[in-house]
C-alpha cells in the first residue's frame, strides 16, 4: 500500500498520560500536514512540515502538542498530559511542495480521553 | 480571513432522489481552489474534486455534478438518483493556490451528514 499510513487507528488514554501518534506519508511527498477532526466538525489544520521543517502551527496546538519529522520522512505528534478536550480524530496528510493543494489523508487516529 | 459554510447539517433522502449541498465560502484570495471531500463511517476522508477559481464550468462525474458560482460564492454539489452507499459526510473545502510559502491548508466547513434511506 503505498498510500499515506496512521498508527495506532485507535487510542484509548486516561486523562493526564502522553501519547504519541505516527504518521508515514507517500514517499515522495516533501509536505505533511496534521488536521483535528472533532465530532460533528470538520478537520482543522494543525501544523505542517516541509521536509523537517516545521513550517507554521496553528493557535489550536497548544503547549502540550509537539510534532516532529526528523528525517523529512515520517512525522509524530506527541500530546502530553492529555485533557478529556483532545478526545478527536487526529489526520494527517501528504503532498508535494509544488502541488500542495493535491492532500492525501492517511486513515486517522482516533483518541479517546476519559 | 478564509472561511467555509455548509448550512445543511443532516439531509435526509429515500433512494433514488436527487440530492444537493450546498457550501458558500468567503476568501479574500483572487485565486483559490475549492473541493468536496467524503467521509464515509470509516473515518478517511475521499477526495472528489478540486476546482480552481477560474475555472467556473459546471462538472458532472457520473451522478455527482458541481455548480461553481463565484458571483455568490458558492460551489454546491448534487448527487443525482441517489444510492445507499452515498450515505456519508460530505465537506466542502478552500485552499490557497500554491505560490511561494504558501501553505496551502484546507479550511472545511463542518459538514453535511447525507442519509440515504432504501
Known amino acids: 500500500d503505498t498510500g499515506v499510513s496512521q498508527d495506532p487507528r485507535h487510542k484509548i488514554t486516561k486523562r493526564g498520560q502522553n501519547v504519541t501518534f505516527r504518521c508515514d506519508p507517500i514517499?515522495?511527498?516533501?509536505?505533511l500536514y496534521w488536521y483535528r477532526q472533532t465530532l460533528g466538525q470538520g478537520p482543522e489544520f494543525l501544523t505542517y512540515f516541509q521536509n523537517e521543517a516545521q513550517l507554521e502551527k496553528s493557535r489550536l496546538l497548544s503547549d502540550r502538542f509537539s510534532a516532529e519529522r526528523p528525517k523529512g520522512s515520517f512525522s509524530t505528534l506527541e500530546i502530553q498530559r492529555t485533557e478529556q478536550g483532545d478526545s478527536a480524530m487526529y489526520l494527517c496528510?501528504?503532498?508535494?511542495?509544488?502541488?500542495?493543494?493535491?492532500?492525501?489523508f492517511g486513515p486517522g487516529t482516533r483518541l479517546t480521553v476519559t | 480571513a478564509q472561511k467555509v459554510t455548509q448550512a445543511q447539517t443532516e439531509i435526509s433522502v429515500v433512494e433514488k432522489e436527487d440530492v444537493t449541498l450546498d457550501c458558500v465560502y468567503e476568501t479574500r484570495d483572487t485565486t483559490y481552489y475549492l473541493f468536496w471531500y467524503k467521509q464515509p463511517p470509516s473515518g478517511e476522508l475521499v477526495f472528489l474534486i478540486r476546482?480552481?477559481?477560474?475555472?467556473?464550468q459546471n462538472e458532472i462525474s457520473g451522478r455527482y455534478s458541481w455548480n461553481f458560482q463565484k458571483s455568490t460564492s458558492s460551489f454546491n454539489f448534487t448527487i443525482t438518483a441517489s444510492q445507499v452507499v452515498d450515505s456519508a459526510v460530505y465537506f466542502c473545502?478552500?485552499?490557497?493556490?500554491?505560490?511561494?510559502?504558501?501553505?496551502?491548508?484546507?479550511?472545511f466547513g463542518t459538514g453535511t451528514l447525507l442519509a440515504v434511506q432504501p
Open positions: 473545502a478552500l485552499s490557497a493556490v500554491n505560490y511561494g510559502g504558501a501553505t496551502n491548508k484546507l479550511i
Open positions: 514517499s515522495e511527498h516533501n509536505r
Open positions: 496528510a501528504s503532498s508535494l511542495a509544488r502541488t500542495a493543494y493535491e492532500q492525501y
Open positions: 476546482r480552481n477559481s477560474f475555472d467556473e
